[in-house]
C-alpha cells in the first residue's frame, strides 16, 4: 500500500496550492479518503474527506469554503485544493484511506508565510 502526497510548498497569505495524493496497492474506489493536517506542537486534526464515489464530503470549519477535496477514481488519486491561504494553515498535510483499517501517506509541508 502507497500513498505519495505532493503539491506543498511556501506560499503567500492569499495564495492557492493544490495538494494530490496518489494511491496504489489497494481498491482505490473503496475507500475513504481524507486529508489531515499536523502543524508544530499541535495534534493530527481533520481538514476534508470525501466518501468512495465522491458523492459526500466534509469539512473542518476552519477551512470551509476555502479548501475543496476531489477524487479521481479512475487515476486513484486524491486531491485538496486550497485557497486563501492563511499563516495558519501551515502544517504537514497527510492522506489517509479508511475502511477497515486506515493507511497514511508520508506527509507534504505547506507553509504560508510572507
Known amino acids: 500500500v502507497q500513498l505519495v502526497e505532493s503539491g506543498g510548498g511556501l506560499v503567500q497569505p492569499g495564495g492557492s496550492l493544490r495538494l494530490s495524493c496518489a494511491a496504489s496497492?489497494?481498491?482505490?474506489?473503496?475507500?475513504?479518503m481524507s486529508w489531515y493536517r499536523q502543524a508544530p506542537g499541535k495534534e493530527r486534526e481533520l481538514v476534508a474527506g470525501?466518501?468512495?464515489?465522491?458523492?459526500?464530503?466534509t469539512y473542518a470549519d476552519s477551512v470551509k469554503g476555502r479548501f475543496t477535496i476531489s477524487r479521481d477514481n479512475a487515476e486513484n488519486t486524491v486531491y485538496l485544493q486550497m485557497n486563501s491561504l492563511k499563516p495558519e494553515d501551515t502544517a504537514v498535510y497527510y492522506c489517509?484511506?479508511?475502511?477497515?483499517?486506515?493507511?497514511w501517506g508520508q506527509g507534504t509541508q505547506v507553509t504560508v508565510s510572507s
Open positions: 470525501i466518501s468512495s464515489a465522491g458523492g459526500r464530503t
Open positions: 496497492g489497494f481498491t482505490f474506489t473503496n475507500y475513504y
Open positions: 489517509s484511506a479508511s475502511r477497515v483499517i486506515t493507511y
